[in-house]
């Protein structure tokens, strides 16, 4: 079976994405701290448990950010036992030929398949996930400075 491919435009490697969608030092900080946690939970210095969940397809953003906001607030709950890693895997690997194939193919479930556009939108909701952890973390703590 011979494949026909039209070549239509260069995607970006993920190096230049990241420069074109940078995420904030913060951010950037936070994600170091999570990458060691989950480090230290593989190799045995943590003795929590990982525990990777959500949904088949997350192709909506702010379904996505409302996933992880009630996520984070489990997390808090089992954070001794477990970390609690979201899912946010933007494939429909199931759809095959016509269909709406996910986020990375198809960034609008109503537009033309688009890999440029589906591979910036999820870099960008990414980010954002990133960015309102930080910011929700930061809502935590001045609720419980507040309490005391």
Do not use: W
């Amino acid at each position: 079976m011979e494949m026909q491919m039209e070549f239509i435009r260069k995607l970006p490697s993920p190096q230049e994405l990241m420069q074109e969608y940078p995420l904030g030092a913060e951010a950037l900080a936070a994600k170091a701290a999570r990458d060691k946690e989950i480090r230290d939970i593989f190799f045995g210095s943590d003795d929590r448990f990982i525990l990777v969940i959500g949904p088949c397809s997350a192709d909506n953003e702010d379904a996505v950010l409302d996933y992880v906001h009630r996520l984070a607030g489990v997390q808090e709950k089992v954070k001794d036992k477990l970390l609690l890693i979201p899912r946010v895997y933007t494939n429909k690997p199931r759809t095959i030929g016509v269909g709406y194939k996910g986020m990375l193919h198809q960034a609008n479930p109503e537009g033309k398949e688009d890999m440029l556009s589906g591979i910036t939108a999820i870099r960008k909701m990414h980010n954002r996930i990133q960015e309102e952890r930080i910011n929700q973390r930061f809502l935590r703590k001045a609720d419980k400075e507040q309490a005391c």
